[in-house]
C-alpha cells in the first residue's frame, strides 16, 4: 500500500466469514496492519454475527463516505445518486471460446452508479453474472490477467 501512496484501507465487509477463523495469527497480522494503515471495515452479512477482539479499525454498520464515493458491502439499486465501491456478489463472468473451452473468472462489474468488486480468495465462491443480463443493465465487465484489467464485449 505504501507503496502506492494509499492512505487507508477500505474493507467491503466480510472481512471475517466465522468466528473460527478468528485464529491468534489473523488476529496479530490484522493489529499490526491496522497500526501502520488505518483501516475500515464496512460490517458485511458475515461480519455482522461475529464480535472481534478489539482491534484499532473504524468499524461502520452500512457504509462509509468519502466525499463523492462511498464504500458499502451490497451494491445500491440503479439510479441511487453518486458512486458506491461494494462488495458481497463476488461477481464472476465465463469466457468461452470458439472451440468450446470455458473458464469461470473473477470479475469487476462497473455500473453508471456502482463498481462492484471481485473476491480472488480460495473460499469466498463466486455468482455467475450472465453476460447479457449486465449488457441489459448498462454494465462494463472486467477481468483480471496477466496483472491487467480485460474489458470484456457484452453483446444483448
Same mark, same amino acid.
Given at each position: 500500500m505504501a507503496s502506492h501512496g494509499a492512505e487507508r484501507l477500505?474493507?467491503? @465487509? +466480510?472481512?471475517?466469514? @466465522? &468466528?473460527e477463523g478468528l485464529t491468534p495469527v489473523l488476529i496479530q497480522?490484522?493489529?499490526?496492519?491496522?497500526?501502520r494503515v488505518p483501516t475500515v471495515l464496512v460490517l458485511g452479512n458475515h461480519d /455482522?454475527?461475529?464480535? #472481534?477482539? +478489539?482491534l484499532p479499525l473504524e468499524v461502520v454498520s452500512t457504509a462509509w463516505v468519502s466525499g463523492p464515493l462511498t464504500a458499502a458491502h451490497e451494491p445500491p #439499486? #440503479?439510479?441511487? #445518486?453518486?458512486?458506491t465501491l461494494a462488495g458481497h456478489w463476488h461477481p464472476a463472468v465465463v469466457i468461452a471460446? *470458439?472451440?468450446?473451452? /470455458?473458464?469461470r473468472r473473477p470479475c469487476f462489474v462497473r455500473y453508471p452508479h456502482a463498481l462492484v468488486l471481485p473476491a480472488f480468495g480460495g473460499l469466498t465462491g463466486a455468482?455467475?453474472? *450472465? /453476460? &447479457? +443480463?449486465?449488457? /441489459? =443493465?448498462?454494465? =462494463?465487465?472486467?477481468?483480471? @490477467? +496477466?496483472g491487467e484489467l480485460h474489458w470484456l464485449p457484452l453483446r444483448r
Open positions: 477500505v474493507v467491503l @465487509g +466480510d472481512f471475517w466469514h @466465522g &468466528a497480522a490484522v493489529d499490526g496492519f491496522a497500526q /455482522r454475527r461475529i464480535h #472481534p477482539p +478489539d #439499486p #440503479p439510479g441511487a #445518486p453518486g458512486f471460446s *470458439r472451440a468450446g473451452d /470455458r473458464l455468482l455467475t453474472m *450472465r /453476460r &447479457a +443480463d449486465l449488457a /441489459r =443493465q448498462g454494465a =462494463q465487465v472486467a477481468v483480471v @490477467g +496477466d
